[in-house]
């Protein structure tokens, strides 16, 4: 049985000057699945999360987000209106914190726009109505609960800025949760992270598919996060898809092979990157 | 305490040399000579003992310096580190009952026995410039937006409340609210054209902004009356139901009159002290209370990471002009009062230099710190009346004191950020050092 579509991307194409950053991109990410987008360094995978956050408006294209209250078309939408009407989250490659802000303060603003309606654009809140501080209450619960969530309940009045490096990717992770996202977008979120806190990171996005039900988009490098916990598999390089599929149906495709390790024989690939892509006997088929 | 480290004597007496070199160099054309009046004409006169002594204070100095680093900072180094970050969080602890006691000792002041007409005139001026602090605190300390204009609103504030006294009558008690409208207004107009624009770009652009503000009250002389300023501006009464004059208008009671009290000038002053005080006061809790707001909260989120809050949904247009706006608002009432007080408004109360103090104010008391502005209003307020004495070489101490500041603490007099919420309130604030 498939999910529903949730996001459909059809021939969007991105140019900077004469660059074509991406070109003719389509494919569909589903609800309650974790679609991965992979590609080597400068592919064009960033870029794709910009058109859909609106930080870049696409040359050309159309990406239909399928939100419960009806059809968002991200491509027209202003940047900082597309969290609150799509539901569309993201977070950043380099970690976008605000620093000088506690964990729990950070989690706060990213429910801005509920609390800003609730406190009556400043005014109802400046003579301290309880309508607000009601609102702020719940603010306060959903917060708690990302924090728990990611193990950093004991860490909520720190500042953010202090917390150590994977403290801070998780902490990112939770705060775009607060906004209480229909598609998660995540910029590498395991880069930087030991072994074990990638482990943790696996099932925190499993946790967050399979209870909130919504649908993730990944961009990552490391294979073993890719491969473990990615539902469908989006492969771009130098902008255009190359491979679209399942995790097991990518890493056995030709032309993947060719985009991540070159036209040369398969005997002089670097051992480890063969490894990660489960090319080398055992690792083949197994997952 | 394993074996004191011994220091290098003839390090430190190169040094120190060097430094009484450097300073008798320095000083040999600045002080070393001086122009006298001669039958003939001017001449100069050498004075080598002047760059003696700079040399010798240099040396001895350098030399005390010296000494100190290498024997006590080893051995005490840690406890003053330790002790000024205990200075720091005591001060941290105890900051509401030191706001409290200033509110209090602000209001038994005009009543205490050091209260005379140039103290209270002196505390007004101060005032004004805490709210105007305040006020711009809104838009640097938390929105973080660099604004090199702010008396641009100030002025707008003033003109608004003089042009609307002398055209259409109106009090100052109806004309104080217009005033603040009217600047927000301007503030909104300038935001416009400058939310693209972050840190210098900003900061040129608002200077631009204050200094055509300047130039068009300077040349609109059919409104503004140019250079020659507005006079006569009207007094406030008490919520106008008496003035403070000795002769009232016919058929009105004037202050001493309704109290049968004898008329003393004093009075007037008084009212403005406190009229002045409620204003910084309501400045100060309508900041401390938005701080705690979600738009206060985006503000310093948007100074932050403003891309971080576009992906969060947060409008970052809105939240911009809403600090430039209400930071506006501030600095237009202060300027109805500045020209309620003053009587007389020129573009010469308006000029850059006015913003520069107000940002000082900001910057030396600790970004985003409402009591560091007060003390460092004390300090650039106070000082340069207190340090009269020095005459000319005033402004070189209020310029070496302002340096010392930042040098000593670099982030400003109280640099420490109060969460605007905590979710374990009990427990010292965690993740420092």
Redesign the interface.
Known sequence: MTNAPLLEVEHLSMHFGGLVAIDDLSFVAREREITAIIGPNGAGKTTVFNCLTGFYKPTVGCLTLHHPEGKRYLEQMEGFRIPRRSGVARTFQNIRLFPQMTVMENLIVAQHNMLMRASGFSFAGLLGLSRYRQAEKEAVELAKYWLDKVGMLDKADWDAGNLPYGDQRRLEIARSMCVEPCLLCLDEPAAGLNPRESLELNELLQYIRDSHKIGLLLIEHDMSVVMEISDHVVVIDYGRKIADGTPEEVRNDPSVIKAYLGEEDDEDLPEEVAQDLGLSGEGAGDA | MAGEKRFDVVGVVKDAGLTAFVIAALALPLAGFRLADSPTGLSIEPRMMWVVYAAAIAFFGRLAINVGQATLVPRYGEKFRTGSSHFSHALQRYMFWIGVMLIVGAVILPFSPIANRYVLDLMIVLLIYVMLGWGLNIVVGLAGLLDLGYVAFYAVGAYSYALLAEHFGLSFWICLPLAGIFSATFGIILGFPVLRLRGDYLAIVTLGFGEIIRVVLLNWYDLTKGPDGLSGIPRPSLFGMMEFTRRPKEGEVAFHQYFDIPYSSEHRFVFWYFLILALALITNF?AM??RR???G??W??LR??E??????????TNTKL?AFAIGAMFAGFAGSFFATRQGFISPESFTFIESAIILAIVVLGGMGSQIGVVLAAFVLVLLPELIRELQEYRMLAFGGVMVLIMVWRPRGLLAF?E??????PD?E????G
């Open positions: 309508v209370r938005l707001l979600p738009i909260r985006a310093e989120a932050e990471d891309i971080a809050c576009r992906s969060l949904g947060i409008n970052p809403s950020r969460p605007t919420m905590k979710l374990y427990k604030r965690g993740g420092e």
